[in-house]
Each structure stands twice: as structure tokens, then as C-alpha cells.
């Protein structure tokens, strides 16, 4: 290959590489979005443990997430990035195998990762495909905000520890002064599990506040 071929190569790379820089930021220029915040997280947590959709419609409209990764290519393009408030809904839909809620499924484009594939044709689709539910997990809250969350509904650390008296005891937080902060998370989130489909801490979730 000789210098003006390498040369020409290059041009074309470049040339698209720009042009797909080009495309996301004029598909994307519609959409200015934010990150999820703590509130946002834990709805989908509890809407999707409990299959109570109407959590879902307290997530912004904006709300959105990208897939970990350094590169915006590798496996399925087109489901990079997610509308945290529609995911939510897909989750739900692919769990009770209902595809009316994919109605609420939404596609989004930011300017490096494209979700053009989050659509509700692709959502009735996965319903006819995917096996399994998909679970919360409480990983993308942190301890602190957790804690705040369940102060604003009127759970106490105080009510906390004491449900999970044994394990509180148990564990080295409270050997060490209660000073771990991870240990007071997992007694939150042991609280959550044991009471999240209790018609009192239902609503407690949706008298939280919602986001645009």
C-alpha cells in the first residue's frame, strides 16, 4: 500500500467519523437530559419488585442512563442509552408479560450513544423472547441517599434497626460504634425487602415526590 492509498484511508475514516459526530449531536440537540438521581433509582427499584407501574410516572421524562463502557460500539448499538422513566416501564412489561405497557416504551438518542432500539415494537417482541424477570437491586442508590429516602417516607433509622434487631447486632457496625455505613444500608434495604409489596409502604413510595 503505497503513501497516497494510506493517505486516502485515512481521509475516509476521518470523514466518517465526523460525519457520525454530525449525526448524533443534530439527532440528539432536541434532548437535553439528566442523570438519574437517587429518587429516580430507587422508583425503579420498587415499581419493578412490585409491578406498580404508576411508580414508573415519577421518573423525569428526561431522566437517562448509559450502559457502562468506554466505547460507544460493541454489542447491540442501538440500546446504549435508556429513558430511566421508559426502561422502567419495559421492565415491567417483560415481567408480567403485559404488552400494553410498552405503549410507554420511548427511543432516545444522546450524542455519543444511540437507544433508537428502545421502542414498543421491540418491547412486545422481548415479551415474546426473554425468559426470566428482571430484579431490583438496590446497587445505584447510595447509603446516605437511601437513609434520606426512607427518613422523607417516615422510616427512622431508629424503626430500621429495630426490625432487624438480630442482624443489627450481628454485625460490625455495631461492634464498632454503628459506624459503617454499609451495614446501615443493608438493614435499609433488608427493611425494603421485607415490606416493599405491604400496602402502607406503597404508599409512603408514591406520596414521595415526583420529577419532570
Known amino acids: 500500500m503505497n503513501k497516497k492509498t494510506i493517505l486516502l484511508v485515512i481521509a475516509i475514516f476521518i470523514v466518517i467519523c465526523v460525519a457520525q459526530l454530525f449525526y448524533h449531536l443534530v439527532t440528539s440537540m432536541d434532548f437535553l ?3 438519574p438521581n437517587a429518587h429516580e433509582w430507587f422508583y425503579e427499584e420498587a415499581a419493578v419488585d412490585t409491578g406498580e407501574q404508576s411508580i414508573c410516572e415519577k421518573i423525569g421524562k428526561k431522566s437517562y442512563y448509559v450502559v457502562p463502557g468506554i466505547f460507544p460500539w460493541g454489542g447491540r448499538q442501538d440500546t446504549k442509552a435508556f429513558l430511566e422513566r421508559s426502561y422502567c416501564f419495559y421492565e415491567i412489561a417483560l415481567n408480567t408479560k403485559n404488552p400494553v405497557l410498552c405503549d410507554q416504551v420511548v427511543p432516545i438518542h444522546t450524542f455519543f450513544y444511540d437507544g433508537s432500539g428502545w421502542t414498543p ?9 426473554e425468559h426470566g424477570n428482571s430484579n431490583a437491586t438496590g446497587t445505584h442508590i447510595p447509603a446516605n441517599d437511601f437513609k434520606q429516602i426512607f427518613q422523607e417516607m417516615g422510616y427512622t433509622q431508629d424503626v430500621i434497626i429495630k426490625e432487624n434487631s438480630d442482624a443489627y447486632k450481628r454485625s460490625i457496625s455495631y461492634r464498632e460504634g454503628n459506624s459503617d455505613p454499609g451495614i446501615i444500608h443493608f438493614l435499609y434495604w ?6 416493599r409489596n405491604t400496602p402502607d409502604f406503597l404508599q409512603h413510595v408514591k406520596n414521595l415526590p415526583s420529577f419532570d
Open 33 to 35: 437530559g439528566r442523570k
Open 121 to 129: 415494537e421491540n418491547c412486545r417482541q422481548d415479551i415474546t423472547t
Open 190 to 195: 433488608n427493611f425494603y425487602l421485607n415490606n
